[in-house]
């Protein structure tokens, strides 16, 4: 794919979320949360569920076929570097759906194990 990357940094999405995508493991919190908001856009359960901390992962990822993701702004972090062990991200993801435009915003909770980042979980 050569095209701008859904998570807004501008990068080309082999060069950002697609190497994550593709099985090398994001090296920050924040590039996890990237990538998961790139996941969800492009319905790749699969990498979702991947990422998700063993403790935490569902069954099944319900992704909402009606639901076009539209963009994603960080609005804060802490932690979630390469030699922290958890960190957070608070964020804003901008939807339209059959019922109109809307935002999810969380605060996401990762934990970095046996070297890679997992989504925890989150809180609205």
Do not use: Q
């Amino acid at each position: 794919m050569t095209t701008n990357c859904l998570c807004d940094t501008g990068k080309p999405y082999d060069n950002c979320c697609g190497r994550w995508h593709a099985g090398r493991p994001a090296p920050t919190a924040v590039a996890l949360m990237r990538s998961r908001y790139t996941a969800f856009a492009l319905e790749n359960a699969d990498y979702l569920l991947a990422t998700w901390h063993p403790e935490m992962r569902p069954d099944i990822v319900d992704i909402d076929p009606e639901l076009t993701w539209t963009g994603l702004r960080i609005i804060a972090t802490t932690d979630g570097k390469a030699w922290d062990t958890e960190g957070t991200v608070t964020f804003a993801a901008s939807y339209t759906s059959p019922e109109g435009a809307g935002e999810l915003r969380e605060v996401s909770r990762f934990f970095f194990e046996d070297g890679r980042w997992y989504y925890y979980d989150g809180t609205y």
